[in-house]
């Protein structure tokens, strides 16, 4: 498996939000989890990258069979786990292009390997950025600073892109996003799948799924998968809403 | 966060890298300061009539002058009369080549990667950045280098006790013109005993064809250290001049009470740069330095310019205000800041803008970082004369903390006398949030990687008007001064 998520129960405040959750995740594969507002979806994702303040009070979690739990947040990123956030954050001052050269080289640096030179980083972010639609000049700009909110997504793209991840949580990346935008954006997800790769889509809505198609949809109501089944379970939820798969 | 920073704060003393002491035999003036030790040390310079004139009336005037208390750093009286004014390496002080440095000495600069080493650069390899390095080794100066090519350009780089030898009528025309021998308690302090420093001369229409820099050491135990540095730009001309400082451990607080003046003519144009890291004490805020230091830039002549940039990170008290009078039409003054204190360090710093000048025009930019329990004001004043028709200011002054222990204090004074004046000031106080840290760290940076780049972000402004050679030594002790930030 890639991710492997067994029994999770996390706290927030001392209130419990993921109450017995448990996943497993196979290389290769795009899965979605979908469920109501409160439902601790965006908890999983940032329990899974360690964030503080999520407290972990029992369950285990691992990425190609290592102790995720047991790792720092950046120990996670190296280990090649990417979160992709729903409200990207703004750092003044840091530009788009340090920030990402500064984190590519301490990821490869934790994983032992050879720094990445100047030029070659250049090149690389480049490409991305134009495969994304993301102006060339925007890397030179602060960290989402200014940036649109489509602008923002497209930015978590480019690092997805470049940091070359190979587990993907990716938390409502279609919020906010126009039609073309969504678009842009799916299309960079789609790039990213691989038979060694696996994305994990978080998401509201239907909508997104049009473009990037999941092997598995996931149901999540009150802390814990409740149903997991095809594509065709979005359509059903859709129609029928959370309240009538949770009951 | 906070409570992580007190756990690991402590583990920056460990980090002062530079702690360490060379062993030069130095040739001490008795302890203590009395009219004699005054005149041992302009006997010891062979000084002319003039200037001992010059310091003991500057001595008279402080025995009845007050040590400053307004500022907001608190520290032990200081006994001026258990410390030694004087103290010289016993190489004797006119060598001909680096080669010739004792060797302790430049194992001491090797150690602090003081680019003494930069002969190479300095020999001329074509296309490379030159760096004049006129280096300032407990209080004279042992070694300086590239002196013919700055001749060539007309451009007077030596000590200032040189100069005073030299160049008598240049300095005497100059010294204490722009910090008069009165001005405040530790500039009249120095101008008794100030043993020496460095003094720059640009001719008229000459842009000076490297940076000039001095680095500054503090070394003997006990010693204080009164440089002196006096800048004088003549009409068209252009210099830009670093100053970098790094100071052993030592336990018993140093003394440091230097006096820079710069004096920019017409279309002239000075940029001072500096980065200081003297030694800040240990983390219960023993030892470290002292540092009062008067800088102040008069813009003379028309459309003259003069630029301060520092960044402060080293010692434990920092007194300190670079200044411009801008009393030329059409001058400017700008001040960019980095001020960062942790442990127990105190930082009171800022500028005054003074407008004479009709349409004289400053820009200050002040960042502040208080990490543990350090203290850091900013303190600054914008005076706008009658006479400054036109004049503007942009002020901006944002404090960062780091902790829930450490203080960031804003000061700003404005007098304005002439009402077409314009003066801006913005204000703000942050903290570095958990979304950003947790944001940069979920890409790959360790949390103190994370607070070094966000930090370093905060300070771009500043950051940025640095020459080249300093802005990556200046990124380096950012992250230096910040270790143990983060648990």
Same mark, same amino acid.
């Given at each position: 498996?890639?991710?492997?998520?067994?029994?999770?129960?996390?706290?927030?405040?001392?209130?419990?939000?993921?109450?017995?959750?448990? @996943?497993?995740?196979? *290389?290769?594969?795009?899965?979605?989890?979908?469920?109501?507002?409160?439902?601790?979806?965006?908890?999983?994702?940032?329990?899974?990258?360690?964030?503080?303040?999520?407290?972990?009070?029992?369950?285990?979690?691992?990425?190609?069979?290592?102790?995720? @739990?047991? @790792?720092?947040?950046?120990?996670?990123?190296?280990?090649?786990?990417?979160?992709?956030?729903?409200?990207?954050?703004?750092? *003044?001052?840091?530009?788009?292009?340090?920030?990402?050269?500064?984190?590519?080289?301490?990821?490869?640096?934790?994983?032992?390997?050879?720094?990445?030179?100047?030029?070659?980083?250049?090149?690389?972010?480049?490409?991305?950025?134009?495969?994304?639609?993301?102006?060339?000049?925007?890397?030179?700009?602060?960290?989402?600073?200014?940036?649109?909110?489509?602008?923002?997504?497209?930015?978590?793209?480019?690092?997805?892109?470049?940091?070359?991840?190979?587990?993907?949580? /990716?938390?409502?990346?279609?919020?906010?996003?126009?039609?073309?935008?969504?678009?842009?954006?799916?299309?960079?997800?789609?790039?990213?799948?691989?038979?060694?790769?696996?994305?994990?889509?978080?998401?509201?809505?239907?909508?997104?799924?049009?473009?990037?198609? *999941?092997?598995?949809?996931?149901?999540?109501?009150?802390?814990?998968?409740?149903?997991?089944?095809?594509?065709? /379970?979005?359509?059903?939820?859709?129609?029928?809403?959370?309240?009538?798969?949770?009951? | 966060?906070?409570?992580?920073?007190? $756990?690991?704060?402590?583990?920056? #003393?460990?980090?002062?890298?530079?702690?360490?002491?060379?062993?030069?035999?130095?040739?001490?003036?008795?302890?203590?300061?009395?009219?004699?030790?005054?005149?041992?040390?302009?006997?010891?310079?062979?000084?002319?009539?003039?200037?001992?004139?010059?310091?003991?009336?500057?001595?008279?005037?402080?025995?009845?002058?007050?040590?400053?208390?307004?500022?907001?750093?608190?520290?032990?009286?200081? +006994?001026?009369?258990?410390?030694?004014?004087?103290?010289?390496?016993?190489?004797?002080? #006119?060598?001909?080549?680096?080669?010739?440095?004792?060797?302790?000495?430049?194992?001491?600069?090797?150690?602090?990667?003081?680019?003494?080493?930069?002969?190479?650069?300095? =020999?001329?390899?074509?296309?490379?950045?030159?760096?004049?390095?006129?280096?300032?080794?407990?209080?004279?100066?042992?070694?300086?280098?590239?002196?013919?090519?700055?001749?060539? =350009?007309?451009?007077?780089?030596?000590?200032?006790?040189?100069?005073?030898?030299?160049?008598?009528?240049?300095?005497?025309?100059?010294?204490?013109?722009?910090?008069?021998?009165?001005?405040?308690?530790?500039?009249?302090?120095?101008?008794?005993?100030?043993? +020496?420093?460095?003094?720059?001369?640009?001719?008229?229409?000459?842009?000076?064809?490297?940076?000039?820099?001095?680095?500054?050491?503090?070394? $003997?135990?006990?010693?204080?250290?009164?440089?002196?540095?006096?800048?004088?730009?003549?009409?068209?001309?252009?210099?830009?001049?670093?100053?970098?400082?790094?100071?052993?451990?030592?336990?018993?607080?140093?003394?440091?009470?230097?006096?820079?003046?710069?004096?920019?003519?017409? +279309?002239?144009?000075?940029?001072?740069?500096?980065?200081?890291?003297?030694?800040?004490? +240990?983390?219960?805020?023993?030892?470290?330095?002292?540092?009062?230091?008067?800088?102040?830039?008069?813009?003379?002549?028309?459309?003259?310019?003069?630029?301060?940039?520092?960044?402060?990170?080293?010692? =434990?008290?920092?007194? !300190?205000?670079?200044?411009?009078?801008?009393?030329?039409?059409?001058?400017?003054?700008?001040?960019?800041?980095?001020?960062?204190?942790?442990?127990?360090?105190?930082?009171?710093?800022?500028?005054?803008?003074?407008?004479?000048?009709?349409? &004289?025009? &400053?820009?200050?930019?002040?960042?502040?970082?208080?990490?543990?329990?350090?203290?850091?004001?900013?303190?600054?004043?914008? !005076?706008?004369?009658? &006479?400054?028709?036109?004049?503007?200011?942009?002020?901006?002054?944002?404090?960062?903390?780091?902790? &829930?222990?450490?203080?960031?204090?804003?000061?700003?004074?404005?007098?304005?006398?002439?009402?077409? =004046?314009?003066?801006?000031?913005?204000?703000?106080?942050?903290?570095?949030?958990?979304?950003?840290?947790?944001?940069?760290?979920?890409?790959?940076?360790?949390?103190?990687?994370?607070?070094?780049?966000?930090?370093?972000?905060?300070?771009?402004?500043?950051?940025?008007?640095?020459?080249?050679?300093?802005?990556?030594?200046?990124?380096?002790?950012?992250?230096?001064?910040?270790?143990?930030?983060?648990?």
């Amino acid at each position: 498996m890639m991710l492997k998520i067994d029994n999770l129960h996390v706290a927030v405040d001392g209130k419990e939000i993921l109450k017995g959750l448990t @996943l497993a995740l196979a *290389p290769g594969t795009v899965h979605a989890i979908m469920g109501p507002n409160g439902a601790g979806k965006s908890t999983l994702g940032y329990t899974l990258a360690g964030r503080d303040g999520y407290d972990v009070t029992a369950g285990t979690a691992t990425l190609g069979g290592q102790d995720l @739990l047991a @790792l720092a947040p950046h120990e996670r990123a190296a280990a090649g786990l990417f979160l992709g956030l729903q409200y990207p954050v703004e750092i *003044p001052g840091v530009s788009n292009l340090a920030f990402l050269r500064t984190a590519l080289n301490a990821q490869r640096k934790l994983r032992g390997e050879a720094e990445v030179s100047a030029g070659d980083f250049l090149k690389l972010v480049r490409a991305k950025a134009k495969e994304l639609g993301l102006d060339p000049e925007m890397l030179k700009r602060p960290v989402n600073v200014g940036f649109s909110g489509g602008e923002k997504k497209r930015n978590e793209m480019v690092q997805m892109a470049v940091l070359d991840p190979k587990m993907m949580v /990716l938390d409502e990346t279609d919020s906010g996003l126009d039609i073309d935008a969504l678009r842009v954006v799916s299309q960079g997800i789609n790039a990213m799948r691989a038979p060694d790769k696996t994305i994990l889509l978080i998401t509201h809505y239907q909508r997104l799924l049009d473009y990037v198609e *999941p092997d598995f949809i996931h149901v999540m109501v009150d802390g814990r998968i409740v149903k997991t089944g095809d594509k065709s /379970l979005a359509l059903e939820l859709e129609r029928e809403g959370y309240g009538a798969i949770a009951a | 966060m906070a409570q992580d920073t007190l $756990a690991t704060v402590e583990d920056v #003393t460990g980090t002062y890298k530079w702690g360490f002491s060379s062993d030069v035999e130095s040739e001490f003036a008795p302890k203590g300061l009395n009219e004699d030790i005054v005149r041992f040390i302009s006997a010891k310079k062979g000084e002319p009539a003039w200037l001992l004139e010059w310091r003991l009336k500057a001595y008279r005037l402080w025995l009845g002058m007050k040590e400053p208390d307004w500022a907001m750093v608190r520290y032990p009286p200081i +006994d001026y009369q258990d410390a030694y004014y004087y103290a010289a390496p016993k190489t004797a002080p #006119t060598l001909k080549s680096l080669d010739e440095l004792d060797p302790e000495i430049r194992r001491t600069y090797e150690k602090l990667g003081i680019p003494i080493e930069e002969q190479k650069v300095l =020999a001329g390899v074509e296309g490379a950045r030159k760096v004049a390095v006129d280096a300032v080794f407990d209080s004279v100066s042992v070694a300086t280098t590239f002196r013919e090519e700055l001749a060539k =350009a007309g451009v007077i780089f030596l000590s200032i006790s040189e100069a005073v030898k030299q160049y008598p009528e240049l300095v005497r025309q100059y010294l204490g013109t722009v910090v008069p021998i009165h001005d405040n308690y530790f500039a009249t302090l120095n101008s008794a005993v100030f043993s +020496d420093g460095t003094f720059v001369y640009v001719p008229k229409g000459v842009r000076c064809p490297m940076e000039l820099s001095t680095y500054f050491r503090i070394n $003997a135990e006990k010693t204080g250290q009164f440089e002196r540095t006096l800048i004088v730009v003549d009409e068209g001309g252009y210099v830009s001049y670093l100053e970098g400082c790094t100071a052993p451990m030592r336990d018993e607080n140093q003394l440091h009470a230097a006096v820079v003046e710069l004096v920019a003519l017409g +279309d002239a144009e000075i940029k001072y740069s500096t980065v200081q890291n003297w030694y800040p004490g +240990d983390k219960d805020g023993k030892g470290g330095i002292y540092n009062f230091v008067t800088k102040r830039g008069l813009c003379k002549g028309t459309r003259s310019k003069i630029s301060w940039t520092q960044v402060e990170t080293g010692s =434990a008290v920092t007194w !300190k205000y670079p200044s411009c009078v801008l009393a030329g039409e059409d001058t400017v003054g700008e001040f960019y800041s980095v001020a960062v204190v942790n442990n127990r360090q105190q930082a009171d710093t800022g500028t005054k803008m003074i407008h004479i000048g009709k349409n &004289s025009r &400053s820009t200050i930019i002040s960042k502040g970082v208080s990490v543990g329990h350090g203290q850091n004001t900013y303190r600054g004043l914008v !005076k706008v004369l009658p &006479s400054a028709e036109g004049a503007r200011n942009f002020t901006q002054c944002d404090s960062l903390l780091l902790s &829930s222990t450490s203080g960031a204090h804003t000061v700003p004074y404005i007098e304005v006398k002439n009402p077409s =004046a314009q003066i801006e000031h913005e204000a703000t106080t942050s903290k570095i949030s958990d979304d950003q840290l947790f944001y940069a760290m979920s890409r790959g940076l360790s949390a103190e990687e994370a607070v070094a780049m966000i930090v370093n972000g905060f300070c771009r402004e500043v950051l940025q008007q640095l020459p080249m050679e300093f802005a990556v030594e200046a990124q380096k002790l950012l992250g230096i001064s910040l270790e143990g930030s983060v648990g």
